[in-house]
Nanobody
Framework: QVQLVESGGGLVQAGGSLRLSCAAS????????MAWYRQAPGKQREWVAR???????IYANSVKGRFTISRDNAKNTLYLQMNSLKPEDTAVYFC????????WGQGTQVTVSS
């Protein structure tokens, strides 16, 4: 069974940085466009950034210029480098395949204090 396991979250002050990782099993990762999503308390899950199998990227306006998505196909791992964090970035962060989503993982909590 294919699994997605997110890690790297934590508590950080505004202006700080975190790097999230998403480990995915097997060939599902290497061939697919992947994305990071987030869900803040009381809000719907929203898309944050995505990357194609060829590493083309696109970002939500709210994170453009601050977040960088990347992938290591050899390690089946997706990353999200988050800089200049703001309190409004506080959320549980998830990764998934864009066009054929898998079951959601547990996510990783990011909390940004003001």
């Amino acid at each position: 069974q294919v699994q997605l396991v997110e890690s790297g979250g934590g508590l950080v002050q505004a202006g700080g940085s975190l790097r999230l990782s998403c480990a995915a099993s097997g060939s599902i990762f290497q061939l697919n466009t992947m994305a990071w999503y987030r869900q803040a308390p009381g809000k719907q899950r929203e898309w944050v950034a995505r990357i194609t199998s060829g590493s083309s990227t696109i970002y939500a306006n709210s994170v453009k210029g601050r977040f960088t998505i990347s992938r290591d196909n050899a390690k089946n791992t997706l990353y999200l480098q988050m800089n200049s964090l703001k309190p409004e970035d506080t959320a549980v962060y998830f990764c998934n395949v864009v066009f054929s989503p898998l079951a959601w993982g547990q996510g990783t909590q990011v909390t940004v204090s003001s």
